[in-house]
């Protein structure tokens, strides 16, 4: 998993509340167990129409937000389904970072297992960083995790909080296979000792029939 310490992007502003897991990628795109190429099904019924045309109107299709790393929305983000393809699809497209007041809990945990940071701020601030995204490519935002900070494109400061253990997580770019293999050798080592054991068995066993 590629580690997130801090990342300064355009920021994508999607004034909706529950947001599904359905919209973020619909349930005929979830046949493959593959993370890769889902980005271009991400927001698929608002991104084209019936004909498979791009709609203008959706802010992931305008330029300069078809390359945002970060994602602004609502309340709820991420409801529905527990479907993990959703933060895989987003991570696909680019977005690193989703800023939201509150989101579901399953997709909440799926992000950080992604290596994608969500970001809980109050919904009025979410609705002024709205507001400086539509600036357009000039407007960036950074999110500092280690200062657990969001700095506006005019130098604020806006604090955030996350999990200590998750925060470390995401800065050394672990997941929860990375984790296993932090204790590789320990679990070398485990497995040593008992194959050893596993060959005396049937010696003991031998004596114990006698």
Known sequence: MDKFTQLTALAAPMAAEN?????????????????KGLGQHVFAAQRYDEDGQERPDFVLN???????????????????????????????FGIRCVIAPSFADIFFNNCFKNGILPVRLPREICLALMEEARLGANA??????????VVTPNGAEIPFDVDPLRRRLLLEGLDDIGQTLIHEKKID??????????????????????
């Open 19 to 35: 947001v599904d897991t359905d919209q973020i990628i619909p349930a005929r795109f979830l046949k493959t167990i593959h993370r």
């Open 62 to 92: 305008q330029a300069p937000f078809r390359h945002a790393q970060i994602l602004i929305a609502l309340d709820n983000f991420g409801c529905g389904s527990s479907r993990e393809h959703a933060p895989w699809a987003l991570l696909d």
């Open 140 to 149: 960036r935002l950074t999110v500092d995790l280690e200062k657990q900070v």
């Open 189 to 210: 080592a485990f497995e040593a000792r008992r194959a050893e054991q596993a060959s005396w068995l049937p010696s003991i066993t031998e004596e114990v029939a006698k």
